[in-house]
């Protein structure tokens, strides 16, 4: 069985920077489409970054200049710079393998 599993998430101050990392059991971040989203506790899902199949890169607006996502063969990143206290949450990875997976979070904390 396949998982996705998220690190890197933290405490950091306002302007501060993080780079999560996302990894798979198997090989399969490199071929499919792959991504991060955002959700806080009472919140909406908020999806932030996707490599489509094919290298396609979309950004949300909120993040869109601040946010980079990547991928090797077994690990996608998100590195995130100038962060914001509104940035707060708790990120997932995701990716359209198979049925569709997700890992099951980490916090990033941004302090003002």
């Known amino acids: 069985q396949v998982h996705l599993v998220e690190s890197g998430g933290g405490l950091v101050q306002a302007g501060g920077s993080l780079r999560l990392s996302c990894t798979a059991s198997?090989?399969?971040?490199?071929?499919?489409?792959v991504g991060w989203y955002r959700q806080a506790p009472g919140a909406q899902r908020e999806n932030l970054a996707i490599i489509i199949r094919g290298a396609a890169t979309e950004y949300a607006d909120s993040v869109k200049g601040r946010f980079t996502i990547s991928r090797d063969n077994t690990t996608m990143y998100l590195q995130m710079d100038n962060l914001k206290p509104e940035d707060t949450s708790v990120y997932y990875c995701f990716t359209d393998y198979g049925p569709g997976l997700w890992g099951r979070g980490i916090q990033v904390t941004v302090s003002s």
């Open positions: 198997a090989g399969i971040l490199s071929t499919n489409t």
